[in-house]
Nanobody, 126 residues
């Protein structure tokens, strides 16, 4: 079992930055046994992949829409995953979720993830 809690969302102006955090609590496997993903869901839209990071940080993926602006990282010693978001625009407005899968590599499919956080709202508006 894995419990995930996101934080760091909020209201930011276009062009601004935010860093999201995801704190993981594990009961069976250690955190470094899970690949992690970030997804987002805007009102009226399907949940979409944002970024993924392998359990040893060796393989990282980004959605085309965020590549070059967002940076994912993890600290296995602290059971934390982060999403640094720069140059935010209104199209980035969504609820952001972190997710975990007990595999080495992250994927872009939400169906591959077993555990989800409750989400944190990011609103980009002037």
């Amino acid at each position: 079992q894995v419990q995930l809690v996101e934080s760091g969302g909020g209201l930011v102006q276009p062009g601004g930055s935010l860093t999201l955090s995801c704190a993981a609590t594990t009961s069976e496997r250690t955190f470094n046994m899970y690949a992690m993903g970030w997804f987002r869901q805007a009102p009226g839209k399907e949940r979409e992949f944002v970024s993924g990071i392998s359990r040893n940080s060796g393989t990282i993926y980004y959605a085309h829409s965020v590549k070059g602006r967002f940076t994912v990282s993890r600290d296995n010693a602290k059971n934390m995953v982060y999403l640094q978001m720069n140059s935010l625009n209104p199209e980035d407005t969504a609820v952001y979720y972190c997710a975990a899968r007990p595999k080495p590599i992250a994927t872009a499919s939400l169906y591959d993830y077993d555990y989800w956080g409750q989400g944190t709202q990011v609103t980009v508006s002037s």
